[in-house]
């Protein structure tokens, strides 16, 4: 299992758990939170569909359990009942959101990889919330494209989730922005990117994380100054920024 853990790769991470990308100071505080609050609540087919991911070599893109318990409980409190996920991985945030929504709730899930997905999907047929998800393989973008396109499609998302190629974070919120209704929520997740914002230029930083993090950090600038958003970005996983969207 991975941590992202700053520190020599020759020194064992203190925190094991897949998905632990705590900001907090304290592992054992980390540890604390999840064994108090997180995993007691924790739906068994959650807590199948982590284990399962652990075990795979990419397991830290999922989110993490703390992160997902987050997800669950938004969702409830705005009463949401059609969403979107871009970016699924193997399933674990989808299944949260599966499990919070309605009997009738639907979830347009979007991602490029259809194998991880499917790495998730027995267990999620099994918790019986299959039925709400539409999975397209897929670039999002010419779909997303072709919704904005669709004047139906303007306004018709209570919550969206996005959670894919840091890249294309903006092009995603000038599209997501039109689709998600007045009063709705557009998160974004890894909106701290591994603590590296504020790391100094010349701090040694994984390959990937130095290239992604330009593109974040000007995410969350025009975040910052959008007038048709309220956001709250909160050190919760890996970060997550909440916009409502208010005109």
């Known amino acids: ?6 520190g020599s790769e020759s020194q064992p991470a203190k925190h094991q758990e897949v998905g632990h990308k705590s900001f907090l100071q304290s592992d054992a505080l980390y540890q604390y939170i999840l064994e108090t609050s ?7 087919s959650m807590k199948e569909l982590r284990e399962v991911t652990a075990k795979h070599p990419w397991n830290l893109m999922t989110t993490s359990a703390d992160e997902g318990q987050f997800l669950s409980l938004l969702l409830k409190l705005i009463n949401a009942k059609n969403t979107m ?42 918790a019986r919330v299959a039925h709400k998800i539409d999975f397209r393989e897929g670039p999002a973008l010419p779909l997303l494209d072709q919704m904005i396109n669709d004047e ?3 306004g018709s998302f209570d919550f969206i989730f996005v959670d894919a190629d840091k890249d294309n974070y903006l092009n995603y919120h000038k599209r ?24 100094p230029p010349d701090a040694p930083l994984r390959k990937y994380v130095r290239y992604y993090r330009d593109f974040v950090l000007e995410l969350n600038k025009a975040l910052a100054i ?16 909440l916009c409502r969207r208010i005109n």
């Open 176 to 199: 997501l922005i039109d689709l998600v209704k007045i009063g709705g929520v557009i998160g974004y997740d890894n909106t701290l990117w591994n603590g590296s914002l504020v790391a």
């Open 1 to 6: 299992m991975a941590a992202v853990n700053g």
């Open 152 to 154: 139906k499609f303007h």
């Open 226 to 241: 959008d007038p048709r958003i309220e956001i709250c970005q909160l050190p919760v996983g890996d970060g997550i920024t």
């Open 85 to 126: 996920e871009i970016g699924v991985y193997t399933g674990y945030s989808l299944l949260s959101t599966a499990l919070a929504l309605p009997d009738d709730g639907k979830i347009l899930a979007l991602d490029i990889n259809r194998e991880n997905y499917e790495i998730g999907l027995p267990i999620i047929e099994k």
């Open 38 to 44: 997180v995993y007691p609540r924790e739906p068994a």
